[in-house]
């Protein structure tokens, strides 16, 4: 009897160990619930990854093969400034989307990947002179063309505060 007790209280421990276990599992965590997004022209939602640090800003999309289709890097400048950026050891095309008060100023659409080793024979973009921007919005080559996006195109970004946990809207 005491075998088959000892047995029955070491088989529920174990399942109360897997159901907690798999109950916290499967809710998200408070802070990371909430995916920082960008929606653009009041329709089109992408779902975002920040680089707001100079080493997040340095590394970008570098090394992706692949980014699913709704998805994209939004970086972070602040103070707003001119800025450029290049494709060195990025092997994605990407539409890059250069916004400042809100709004879309320019569109670098489907930048191919630079192949170079040397990273001084990359080109920038956007070309010319740079722009003041408070944001630089990185999607998949030809996301803005399939989704109807153009320059002048109104974003809003909702970034959950890194702090308290708190969304963030911005223009």
Excluded: Q
Excluded at 87 to 94: E, G, K, P, V
């Amino acid at each position: 009897m005491k075998l088959i007790l000892r047995g029955s209280c070491i088989c529920l421990a174990f399942l109360f160990l897997l159901f907690a276990g798999g109950v916290s599992f499967m809710m998200p965590a408070k802070a990371s619930a909430r995916m920082p997004i960008a929606r653009i022209a009041g329709k089109n939602l992408v779902h975002l990854e920040v680089a707001a640090t100079e080493s997040e800003i340095e590394r970008g999309l570098m090394y992706r093969t692949f980014m699913p289709e709704d998805n994209g890097m939004v970086f972070l400048f602040s103070p707003p400034r001119p800025v450029k950026f290049w494709m060195y050891h990025t092997l994605i095309s990407l539409d890059m989307c250069f916004i400042h008060n809100g709004k879309i100023v320019k569109i670098c659409e489907e930048v191919p990947p630079c192949r170079s080793e040397n990273p001084m024979e990359c080109p920038t973009y956007p070309k010319g002179p740079g722009f003041v921007v408070s944001y630089v919005l990185e999607l998949n080559g030809g996301y803005a063309k399939r989704h109807g996006i153009k320059e002048g195109d109104e974003v809003v970004f909702e970034l959950p505060d890194k702090t308290e946990g708190d969304s963030t809207k911005s223009k």
